[in-house]
C-alpha cells in the first residue's frame, strides 16, 4: 500500500507557549516555505509574534485575512485558502496596529547564475544557467529570459533569448551565435501572470582559450608506441619543451605508451590525445605507487585519452584554494588554482592486478590508498564532463571548486574504505552516473558551502567497507558557539577567543549564525575580523541580545537536491550537520534508509524543505542509521542532542515534510 503525506513538521522550541514579545516591535519575518498549493500549510518563521496576530493574503484581485493554526516565539503557520487558485500570493502579519514588511510565497526566487564560462558567458556561442526556487510553473509555456545591456555601448539594449530546457529549479538558455561583450541585466519572466524578476547579473565577454596552439608530440621526443618499453624519457622531454615555451598540447596519438613516473603539467598545458578509445598511457604495477599519475598547479586540462595504472594513490591532481602546507610571503603571492578541464578520458585505477593471492602484500597496498582519489581538483572554473572513471580503492573525487561543472559522467570505485568529497559554491554537478561504493561525503567550509545544483544523477549498488550512505554532511569546522557582548545590529564582541581553525583568514568570509534565543534562525556574513569584535556585513533583522547564542561554525546552504535516483545503499541523503535552505525535491530510491535531516553538533539545520520525494521500496540490507536487522525506510527530521554545552535550543528549525510517498 502506498501512503502520500502532506506533513510540515516544526522543531522551535521546548515549551510551546509564547514568550514577551518587545515592547511596540513589529513582526519580523525572514523566511517562508515556498513553493505552496492551495489548501497546505503556510509557514513562517521570524519573530515578535503574539497570538493575536493575523495574516493578510493577497492573490491577484483576491484578498482574506487567515487566523493561524499555530504560533510560536518564532513561527507563524496558516493555511494557504484552499478555493484560490495557484500563483504567487503576498501577505503581511498583523497585531494590532502593528504590521510586518510584506512577504510573498511562490514567487521567483534566482539564487544564483552561472554562465557556460564560470562566472561569465562567452560572446560566441555562450549561455547560462539561473538557479534557485520557483523559476517555472507546470505548464507547456517556458520561462522567458532577457538581457538588458548595463555598459558600454548600446546600453540599456534589450535581448531575447531562447530557454533550452527547465524545471522549478533552473532554467537554462540555449547557446546564442554571438553577443556583444559586456555586463547584462538578466530578467526572468516565469510565465504570463509572473511579474518580470532581476536574477542578477551575467558579464558576457570573450573566451580565449588558456592553451596556446603550440602541439608537442610525444614520438618527436622519442616515445615509441605499443612496442611495451617504457616511455618514461620521452614524455618528460616533451613536458620540458612545454614548461619552455610556457605552455602547449602534449598531444599523445594513436596507440600505448608506457610511464612510470608523474607527469607534471605546466600552466597552460593540455595532455591531449585523438580519442580515449584510441590514445593510451599506462603506468604498470609497482610495489610504491606514485603520490599522483599527473599533476598539474593551474590552468590545464586532460582529455581524449585513456589512463590507467596497476597502483595508485591519487590520480590527477592540481592544487587546492588555499595551499595545504606553509608557504614564503614570495610563494603565497604566486599561488594559483582553478581553471582545470578533465574531459573525454578514460581513467582505470586499479591496486591488486597481479596479487590477489598475496595477503600480506594486499594488505599493505590497502591501507596507504584509504585517502586516495582519482580526481583531487580545485579552484575557480573546474569542468570535469564525459569521464568514464573508476578508482578501484579510496574515492573517485575530492572536490574543493567554485562556479565549475561536474557533469554527464560516469564514476565508479571499487569497495574498499574510502568515500568522495565535494565543497565549494556555485557547482552544478549532475547527469551523472555513479556506481559501486560511491559514499559522496558534502563537506562545510568555513566560508560555508552554499549553492549547489545536484540534479539528475543515478546512484546504485552503494555497497562500502565503511561510509554506506550514498549523500551525506560532514567535515564540521567550529570556531566559536557561545553567547557574546555587545550586540548591535552590525556587529558583537566574543566573550572569549575563538579557535580559527585554517587559520583566521579563512573565516574572514564566513557567517554568524543565531542558533539560539532572540533572533534565532538568522545567518550573516562576517565582514571583519578584530581580536573579538567582529563585524557584519548586513544588520539583523533582530538584535541578539546577552542571551543569545551565536555559532561562528563552518556551514552548509541552498543545496538543490532534484530529481535523483538512488538505490541499494543505507541511505539515500542526510543531511548530517548544518544544512540552511536545503531543498530536496522529486527525488526517488529504493532498497535504502531514505531521506533524513540529521541536526547534530549544536549546528544550523533550518528552513530546509522534502518535497514529493518518493520512497519505492523501504526494504534494505541496513537500516537508515547502519542497523542490522535492517529497519524500515524514513523520511524524517532528527535532532541529535539539544544545543551545544551548557546553552540548550533546538537544532531544527522551521524545515517542511510534504506529499512525500513511501510504503
Not at 279 to 292: K, M, R, T
Not at 355 to 375: G, Q, T, V
Not at 529 to 558: C, H, Q, Y
Not at 615 to 637: E, F, H, K, T
Request: net charge positive.
Amino acid at each position: 500500500m502506498i501512503k502520500r503525506t502532506a506533513i510540515i513538521f516544526l522543531f522551535l522550541a521546548y515549551a510551546f507557549h509564547l514568550h514577551a514579545i518587545e515592547k511596540n516591535a513589529a513582526p519580523n519575518i525572514m523566511w517562508v516555505s515556498s513553493p505552496v498549493q492551495p489548501g497546505e500549510t503556510v509557514l513562517v518563521h521570524g519573530g515578535n509574534f503574539s497570538s493575536n496576530a493575523v495574516v493578510e493574503l493577497k492573490c491577484g484581485w483576491k484578498k482574506e485575512v487567515v487566523t493561524p493554526i499555530s504560533i510560536s516565539d518564532t513561527s507563524v503557520m496558516f493555511v494557504y485558502p484552499e478555493s484560490w487558485k495557484q500563483g504567487i500570493v503576498s501577505g503581511v502579519i498583523k497585531d494590532g496596529e502593528q504590521s510586518s514588511k510584506a512577504f510573498q510565497f511562490n514567487a521567483p526566487a534566482p539564487w544564483w547564475i552561472q554562465g557556460d564560462n564560470g562566472r561569465k558567458a562567452s560572446t560566441l556561442l555562450g549561455s547560462f544557467s539561473i538557479f534557485g526556487n520557483c523559476l517555472s510553473t507546470p505548464t507547456k509555456r517556458a520561462p522567458e529570459v532577457t538581457l538588458k545591456k548595463i555598459t558600454g555601448n548600446k546600453r540599456g539594449k534589450s535581448i531575447s533569448l531562447k530557454v533550452s530546457r527547465y524545471n522549478q529549479f533552473s532554467v537554462r538558455t540555449e547557446s546564442w551565435e554571438e553577443i556583444e561583450a559586456g555586463l547584462y541585466e538578466v530578467i526572468l519572466i516565469r510565465d504570463r501572470k509572473s511579474p518580470p524578476v532581476s536574477a542578477g547579473e551575467i558579464r558576457v565577454a570573450e573566451k580565449k582559450s588558456i592553451i596556446p596552439d603550440r602541439i608537442y608530440n610525444v614520438i618527436d621526443c622519442g616515445a615509441i608506441p605499443n612496442d611495451g618499453i617504457d616511455d618514461t624519457t620521452a614524455i618528460l622531454a616533451t613536458v620540458e619543451k612545454l614548461k619552455q615555451n610556457n605552455g602547449g598540447v602534449l598531444f599523445v596519438p594513436r596507440g600505448r605508451f608506457q610511464m612510470t613516473r608523474t607527469i607534471e603539467l605546466p600552466p597552460y598545458s593540455a595532455l591531449r590525445g585523438t580519442g580515449d578509445d584510441q590514445s593510451q598511457i599506462y603506468w604498470p604495477d609497482s610495489f610504491e605507487p606514485l603520490d599522483a599519475l599527473i599533476k598539474g598547479t593551474h590552468s590545464f586540462e586532460v582529455s581524449s585519452i585513456f589512463l590507467t595504472c596497476g597502483n595508485h594513490k591519487d590520480g590527477i591532481v592540481s592544487n587546492w584554494p588555499q595551499p595545504r602546507q606553509p608557504l614564503s610571503p614570495e610563494e603565497k603571492a604566486a599561488y594559483k588554482c582553478g581553471n582545470v578541464t578533465i574531459h573525454n578520458i578514460t581513467l582505470r585505477m586499479l591496486y591488486s592486478q597481479y596479487i590477489n593471492n598475496n595477503m600480506d602484500e594486499l594488505k599493505r597496498r590497502i591501507y596507504p590508498i584509504h585517502y586516495a582519489r582519482a580526481l583531487r581538483l580545485g579552484g575557480e572554473n573546474v569542468n570535469i564532463t564525459h569521464n568514464d572513471i573508476y578508482c578501484a580503492a579510496g574515492g573517485v573525487f575530492e572536490i574543493r571548486a567554485y562556479y565549475s561543472n561536474i557533469s554527464d559522467n560516469i564514476l565508479s570505485r571499487g569497495n574498499i574504505i574510502g568515500w568522495n568529497g565535494y565543497s565549494g559554491q556555485q557547482l552544478i554537478i549532475e547527469n551523472n552516473h555513479l556506481g559501486g561504493a560511491n559514499c559522496t561525503s558534502f563537506y562545510g567550509l568555513p566560508e560555508g558551502s552554499e549553492n549547489i545544483y545536484w540534479a539528475n544523477n543515478y546512484h546504485e549498488n552503494n555497497f562500502d567497507g565503511n561510509n554506506r550512505e550514498t549523500i551525506t554532511g560532514d567535515g564540521r569546522v567550529h570556531a566559536y558557539m557561545d553567547t557574546v557582548e555587545n550586540s548591535s545590529p552590525t556587529s558583537f564582541t566574543l566573550k572569549q577567543d575563538a579557535d580559527w581553525k585554517y587559520g583566521i583568514d579563512a573565516w574572514k568570509n564566513g557567517a554568524a549564525q543565531i542558533a539560539g534565543g532572540k533572533g534565532a534562525g538568522q545567518i550573516r556574513r562576517i565582514k571583519s575580523i578584530n581580536g573579538k569584535k567582529i563585524e557584519l556585513n548586513t544588520a539583523w533583522n533582530i538584535t541578539p541580545d546577552e542571551k543569545s547564542v551565536i555559532n561562528i561554525s563552518s556551514f552548509r546552504r541552498r543545496f538543490i537536491y532534484t530529481e535523483n535516483k538512488a538505490y541499494d545503499s543505507t541511505i539515500a541523503l542526510q543531511l548530517y550537520g548544518s544544512m540552511i535552505e536545503g531543498i530536496l525535491a522529486n527525488n526517488e530510491t529504493s532498497r535504502t534508509g531514505g531521506y533524513n535531516g540529521d541536526a547534530m553538533s549544536g549546528e544550523a539545520n533550518w528552513f530546509n524543505q522534502f518535497l514529493n520525494n518518493t520512497i519505492i521500496a523501504g526494504n534494505s540490507y541496513r537500516g537508515p542509521r547502519n542497523q542490522v536487522p535492517a529497519l524500515d525506510a524514513q523520511l524524517g527530521l532528527l535532532a541529535y542532542g539539544t544545543g551545544t554545552g551548557k546553552h540548550k535550543y533546538p537544532l531544527v528549525r522551521s524545515c517542511v515534510v510534504r506529499n512525500g510517498v513511501c510504503p
